[in-house]
Structure formats: structure tokens, C-alpha cells
């Protein structure tokens, strides 16, 4: 299996501009996470999917800010206008959906590689 | 207060020591830890995922959590320069596919 593909890697882009960020989950996966690393803030959770539908989006910082998954094996993250504060670190992971209350290895999430996006 | 905190560190060690990393939280209802291990611009990588209180062993690594002090751990024995790295603690609560709640990691030093 390929694991999470994230792209682009890098991204550097000036202040006011639409960003991207695409992700691929693992095949068979029926959720899909959005997170943010910066120095400052650490790891922090923006949305999440199941089977395409956003869950949770309250970690999404404003409205600037928009995710879709049109189908089970694509989402974007979308930043527009792009501000300096947005650089960080963006990373896509993926999971099962859990069969029971029994934590496996299996059930948790698996990380992409993360898109670095710097916005000037 | 920030939901988990963790020591950022550097935490610089020889070759072969015991190496202990923690993280307190504050939210009772966190259930469900893991450890995570992330490497200079990689994702971060599951090493360890336990519930509620006690012990769990994988090799060289321990797991450990204390849900009344609300403080778990993570041991690396016979520690390698390939263990140099940062490690995240995250946690949620319930056993469902929940987003993870992160601490901002550790960063592990390895000296050979």
C-alpha cells in the first residue's frame, strides 16, 4: 500500500492567494483527518470525514478556510485568501472505522507526509 | 491550560539509556493514548496505542498510563541513535475514529 499521499510537498505562495492542499487516503479507509503543526501550537485536529461527510469541523480556524472530500479516495483543503499566519505544516491521516471499543493498531490513524506551506 | 501538555525537550541521552518521556492531561474522559514518533519532515508514525490505566510492552518500548494522576509515559530501553526524534503523545475519548488531541511532542537526542 502507498499510505497517505499528500500533495504538493511545499508550497510557497504570497498573502492573498487561494492554496490547495490535496490528500489521497489509504484505499479501503472510511476517515479522513485534517491537521495543522506549528512550533507554537503543536499537532491540532482541523476537520474530519466519514465515508465522504465532514463530522467535526470545529478546528477549522475561520472561514477562510474550506475542506471537501467529493469521493472516497480525494480530499481538499482549501486556504483562500492565504495569510502569513496559516504557515505551517498541513498533514492528511487516515482511518478504519473501529469494529469495537477495543483499541488495534490497525483502527488508529496513519499520517501522509504533510504539505509545508509558506505564505508570504 | 492546554489539554495535554508535554516537555518539548531537547532530551539529550547516551547510547543504551532508559529513555522516559511524559505528558499530563487534563480532561478526565481521555480514554484511548498513543504515542506517536515523528522524524525531522515526516508524518508522525503510531508506536504505541493503549486504554485506560496499566501497562503495555512492545519490544523495546513501554507504555504506561495512570488515569488517576492523568499522567502516562512512554520508556525506551536500549535506546539507538535511530530512536532520535520527536514524540507526540495523543489521546481521545472514546474508542470511535475521534480526532486526536496531541501534545507538541518531545524531541529525543540519541548520542552515539
Known amino acids: 500500500d502507498a499510505g497517505v499521499i499528500q500533495s504538493p510537498r511545499h508550497e510557497v505562495t504570497e498573502m492573498g492567494q487561494e492554496v490547495t492542499l490535496r490528500c489521497k487516503p489509504i484505499s479501503g479507509h472510511d476517515y479522513l483527518f485534517w491537521y495543522r503543526q506549528t512550533m507554537m501550537r503543536g499537532l491540532e485536529l482541523l476537520i474530519y470525514?466519514?465515508?465522504?461527510?465532514?463530522?467535526?469541523d470545529s478546528g477549522m480556524p475561520e472561514d477562510r478556510f474550506s475542506a471537501k472530500m467529493p469521493n472516497a479516495s480525494f480530499s481538499t483543503l482549501k486556504i483562500q485568501p492565504s495569510e502569513p499566519r496559516d504557515s505551517a505544516v498541513y498533514f492528511c491521516?487516515?482511518?478504519?472505522?473501529?469494529?469495537?471499543?477495543?483499541?488495534?493498531?490497525?483502527?488508529?490513524?496513519?499520517f501522509g507526509p504533510g504539505t509545508r506551506l509558506t505564505v508570504l | 491550560q492546554k489539554e495535554v501538555e508535554q516537555d518539548p525537550g531537547p532530551l539529550s541521552v547516551p547510547e543504551g539509556a532508559i529513555v522516559s518521556l511524559n505528558c499530563t492531561y487534563s480532561?478526565?474522559?481521555?480514554?484511548?493514548f498513543m504515542w506517536y514518533r515523528q522524524y525531522s519532515r515526516k508524518g508522525p508514525e503510531l508506536l504505541m496505542y493503549?486504554?485506560?490505566?496499566g501497562n503495555k510492552e512492545d519490544g523495546r518500548f513501554t507504555a504506561q498510563v495512570d488515569k488517576s494522576s492523568k499522567y502516562i509515559s512512554l520508556f525506551i530501553r536500549d535506546s539507538q541513535p535511530s530512536d532520535s526524534a520527536t514524540y507526540l503523545c495523543a489521546m481521545k475519548t472514546g474508542g470511535g475514529a475521534d480526532g486526536l488531541t496531541f501534545g507538541k511532542g518531545t524531541h529525543l537526542i540519541i548520542q552515539p
Open positions: 493503549t486504554y485506560s490505566s
Open positions: 470525514f466519514n465515508n465522504n461527510v465532514p463530522i467535526d
Open positions: 491521516a487516515s482511518s478504519l472505522a473501529p469494529r469495537d471499543l477495543i483499541p488495534r493498531i490497525t483502527d488508529t490513524q496513519y
Open positions: 480532561n478526565s474522559a481521555f480514554q484511548y
